[in-house]
């Protein structure tokens, strides 16, 4: 996706210095016909939803960072707290205009709060503010009518591959 809007800068300068320049009118039209090929090409690139973004990103993610605090593995934990923001800050960048990218803000200041604590390596602290931020998880999803998907502090470990 780089590289395409770095083509369409590179379009762009040479098209608007053509035009100061005075090129013909069929070569301008054939420079926007490429812009425009460009611009549906990049309209068109699959984007991953926000529920795969959860699924993919979000939601393990919260599963490791809880066993990692749990298990005071604090360098794990900040590794899976920065995932987990990642896949928040996916949501925004891929989804800007719709309402998930805006309430899910909600979830920042107890993102700041499980850092805090993960920096102290203050395990009573971890776990009071991961409770604070599945609940908070739980009332993004309320205020966006998926009430129905109820996220809780993880009570088992499906991923028997890694050592937390």
């Not at 490791?64 to 298990?71: M, S, T, V």
């Not at 360098?75 to 998930?100: D, S, V």
């Not at 009573?124 to 999803?141: D, G, I, Q, R, W």
Request: hydrophobic share 40%; aromatic share 10%; proline share 4%.
């Amino acid at each position: 996706m780089k590289r395409l809007s770095l083509l369409l800068l590179s379009l762009a300068v040479p098209f608007s210095l053509m035009v100061s320049c005075g090129q013909s009118g069929s070569e301008n039209a054939h420079l926007q016909a490429r812009i425009d090929s460009l611009q549906n090409k990049l309209d068109s690139i699959y984007t991953p939803g926000t529920g795969a973004f959860m699924n993919t990103i979000v939601q393990p993610h919260h599963l490791k960072l809880w066993f990692a605090g749990q298990n005071k593995n604090w360098a794990l934990a900040e590794y899976e707290r920065q995932e987990l923001m990642g896949g928040f800050e996916k949501i925004q960048k891929y989804h800007k205009n719709k309402p998930e990218a805006t309430t899910i803000a909600m979830i920042f200041p107890a993102m700041n709060a499980v850092e805090k604590a993960i920096r102290d390596k203050d395990a009573v602290a971890f776990k009071s503010n991961f409770v604070t931020l599945t609940n908070t998880c739980n009332t993004c999803h309320q205020a966006l009518k998926y009430e129905f998907n109820v996220i809780k502090v993880p009570t088992t470990n499906s991923f028997g591959n890694q050592s937390f």
